[in-house]
């Protein structure tokens, strides 16, 4: 069974960074095709992709976001890594991570619970 | 700046009817276009990939069509676990679109 599970703090301050673990189990990060990406949805609002890894540890990250964060994996712990830095209240969302298999769907087929992220002081 | 545009914003209707959605895309994305349902509370679930490829457990009332820059998500008889929202999403810049709500009349 595939499972991913985000976690990560309920709240952070304007300014600091935030960094969100996503715990995978099922698949191999390292196996060819494979990918994980971040995905967030603020309350109310559409879906937005944020950053993407994969196999080959190639990063992809959001046009719009892109300088504000960083991907990273921890295979040992089959675990992917988000960070974004200088959070701001707009910022506030729900964080998904999800699964892409390239010779699959190509598309993002299972998909975490979330994890809830509110940006206040 | 790619863009997909899901229209209507808002689709109500009852069960049993037929319900069709669109998406289209700034630029022709030939077929990487997938269909996503989310429930309230919950994650997205993919229903369709490459345009018109129903995902694994996905009912067969649930169809997808088009290429290019037009596409359509087809719900053919209402069942009362579809409404929900719905986007869709293309695969070369991960771009969603912002999303379809269908709502019980």
Redesign the interface.
């Known amino acids: 069974q595939i499972t991913l599970r985000e976690s990560g703090p309920a709240l952070v301050r304007p300014t600091q960074t935030l960094t969100l673990t996503c715990t995978f189990s099922g698949f191999r990060l390292s196996t060819s095709g494979m990918c994980v990406s971040w995905i967030r949805q603020p309350p109310g609002k559409p879906l937005e992709w944020l950053a993407l890894i994969d196999w080959d540890d190639d990063k992809y990250y959001s046009t719009s976001l892109g300088s504000r964060l960083t991907i990273s994996t921890d295979t040992s712990k089959n675990q992917v890594v988000l960070t974004m830095a200088n959070m701001d209240p707009v910022d506030t969302a729900t964080y998904y991570c999800a699964r892409r298999t390239v010779a699959g769907t190509g598309f993002f087929d299972i998909w975490g619970q979330g994890t809830t992220v509110t940006v206040s002081s | 700046e790619f863009v997909l545009t899901q229209s209507p914003a808002t689709l109500s209707l009852s069960p049993g009817d037929r319900a069709t959605l669109s998406c289209r895309a700034s630029q022709s994305v030939s077929n990487?276009l997938?269909w996503?349902q989310?429930k309230p509370g919950?994650?997205?679930?993919?229903l369709i990939?490459?345009a018109s490829?129903r995902?694994?457990g996905i009912p067969a009332r649930f169809s997808g069509s088009g290429s290019g820059t037009d596409f359509t998500l087809t719900i053919s008889g209402l069942e009362p676990e579809d409404f929900a929202l719905y986007?869709c999403?293309h695969?070369t810049?991960?771009?969603?679109?912002?999303?379809t709500r269908v709502e019980l009349k």
């Open positions: 990487f997938a996503y989310q919950q994650a997205p679930r993919l990939y490459e490829n995902a694994t986007y999403q695969r810049n991960w771009v969603f679109g912002g999303g």
